[in-house]
């Protein structure tokens, strides 16, 4: 018996898309990976909340909660799956725009300007294939041999200019410190970490890239209050981008400081906003 001949009615474009094309699929891992990251956040911060508060079994649950999501490694796969696939994609690119015009100064012979990238996820970043840069790399948890795993909270402090950086690039890391104090902690530990010993006529400078709910939608901080933060260390802002998703900074380190403290102090009140802070100890 001849199979029988299927009906090749074209279905009706109200029945949905044609199978060919899949933007389902994508869209729920873009939210898959969204989800992931923001629970990843949050169990750090609920951690060192219960770190602060000496409650142990809370942390080993904790603990227990990040390792069943997968972890840290998780966390860096889904970072890097999320910039690729809605956050704009390598944010080194437009740090490298923005230092062109001095890089552009260099020359093969001249030694080649020192990068700190703290947080890590690639040796293959604009930074990376910029031949006048010499990036190290460190990470909590390296992916890659070229990324040092290592803490910047615990990177042994320069003790001489060869030791220290014309730039270092902290991009979307302040937001995964889990604590006010340990922000404030990281951007002053930069200073101690940036040279303006340099080849070519270079002022140091500080990359940043943070979500941008962390300044437009937190209770506690404002782009106000993070330039007074960082211009009480001495930093100017020279460049600032935003997306969607992400703001963008670029900072030089003039050296002129004035040293004040900065609390925790509500600057925004709303019931839909986030707890995003950076607390600035003085001294
Ligand atoms: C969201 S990923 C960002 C990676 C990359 N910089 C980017 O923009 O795509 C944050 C990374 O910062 C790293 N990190 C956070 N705190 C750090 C610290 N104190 N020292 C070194 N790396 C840190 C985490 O391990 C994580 O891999």
């Not at 142990?56 to 990040?66: E, T, Y």
Request: charge should be positive; aromatic fraction near 6%.
């Amino acid at each position: 018996m001849a199979p029988k001949s299927r009906s090749k009615r074209p279905s009706l474009l109200s029945k949905g898309r044609p199978p060919t094309v899949k933007p389902k699929q994508a869209a729920l891992s873009a939210k898959a990976t969204r989800n992931l990251i923001r629970s990843h956040h949050q169990l750090l911060k609920a951690r060192a909340q219960a770190e602060k508060a000496g409650d142990a079994a809370k942390v080993s649950s904790i603990d227990a909660q990040i390792q069943a999501n997968g972890g840290l490694d998780s966390y860096q796969i889904a970072s890097k799956l999320g910039q690729s696939m809605d956050r704009g994609g390598d944010s080194s690119k437009l740090l490298i725009d923005w230092i062109k015009p001095q890089l552009d100064q260099w020359k093969p012979e001249l030694p080649k300007l020192r990068v700190l990238e703290v947080g890590a996820l690639s040796t293959k970043n604009a930074c990376s294939r910029t031949p006048s840069l010499d990036v190290t790399r460190i990470d909590l948890n390296s992916q890659e041999p070229g990324i040092l795993q290592q803490d910047f909270m615990e990177r042994p402090l320069p003790s001489s200019d060869e030791e220290r950086f014309n730039i270092i690039s902290l991009s979307l890391v302040l937001n995964y410190v889990p604590d006010a104090t340990g922000r404030g902690d990281m951007l002053k530990r930069c200073v101690q970490f940036l040279t303006s010993q340099c080849s070519i006529s270079f002022t140091p400078t500080l990359f940043f890239v943070l979500p941008v709910a962390c300044v437009d939608n937190s209770r506690y901080v404002t782009e106000e209050r993070l330039l007074d933060i960082l211009s009480s260390l001495g930093f100017h802002l020279v460049q600032t981008k935003r997306s969607n998703k992400l703001i963008y900074q670029l900072w030089n380190y003039t050296g002129e400081s004035s040293p004040r403290s900065f609390k925790k102090e509500m600057l925004n009140p709303g019931a839909k906003r986030n707890n995003f802070a950076i607390v600035l100890r003085e001294g």
